[in-house]
């Protein structure tokens, strides 16, 4: 398996642009989950999904950010308008059997607005 | 709010010196997990810990889960430039989620 893959690598914006950030989870992984990381905060999960459903999003900072998973291999996470303190590494991850188990990482989507 | 402190928060040492890296809270947590973090990658997990006073090693990295399933300490013997990275220790809470420590960065020099 390819492992989780995430689009793009790298992302750099004007602040008030609208970001779409893009994740295909490990096939069969029922939970797909959202991560950024930053020096300050370190990891927090924005949001995580369990068979296609949106679990739990107190995670999510503010109405700016939402997150689709339309089917079990596809889920994106927008942000729009884009701000600068929205710059940080973005990561997907996903799980095979519970929200607390082994999650597998993305190699996550830099992005930066300017 | 159940909190996961590391320490340290970085440490940079010559390679052969064994280190200690820490995680505690003082909440009991049914699991803990270890990921190691290189850069421009995302975590990846080295080991699960379940019960209390578990050891667990991985060639030269030692694991333990304290007693009362609230801390877990990563040992590192004979370091090398590849243990280099973010050491990151994730618990699962009465939720069954898991909540994240802010990290060790280690750096180990040649």
């Not at chain 1, 398996?1 to 029922?30: F, N, W, Y």
């Amino acid at each position: 398996d390819a492992g989780v893959i995430q689009s793009p690598r790298h992302e750099v914006t004007e602040m008030g642009q609208e970001v779409t950030l893009r994740c295909k989870p490990i096939s069969g992984h029922d939970y797909l989950f959202w991560y950024r990381q930053t020096m300050m905060r370190g990891l927090e999960l924005l949001i995580y999904f369990n068979n296609n459903v949106p679990i739990d999003d107190s995670g999510m900072p503010e109405d700016r950010f939402s997150a689709k998973m339309p089917n079990a291999s596809f889920s994106t996470l927008k942000i729009q308008p884009s701000e600068p303190r929205d710059s940080a590494v973005y990561f997907c991850a996903s799980s095979l059997v519970g929200p607390n188990t082994e999650a597998f990482f993305g190699q996550g989507t830099r992005l930066t607005v300017v | 709010t159940q909190l996961l402190e590391q320490s340290p928060q970085f440490l940079s040492i010559q390679e052969g010196e064994n280190l200690t890296v820490y995680c505690n809270s003082s909440s009991v947590f049914s699991s803990l997990q270890w990921y190691r973090q290189e850069p421009g990658e995302g975590p990846v997990l080295l080991v699960t810990v379940v019960t209390g006073g578990e050891v667990k090693k991985l060639k030269r990295l030692t694991f333990q889960f304290g007693d009362a399933r609230k801390d877990s300490s990563l040992h590192i013997t004979a370091a090398q430039p590849g243990d280099t990275g973010l050491y990151l220790c994730a618990a699962s809470d009465s939720n069954y989620q898991l909540i994240w420590g802010a990290g060790t960065k280690l750096i180990i020099k040649p």
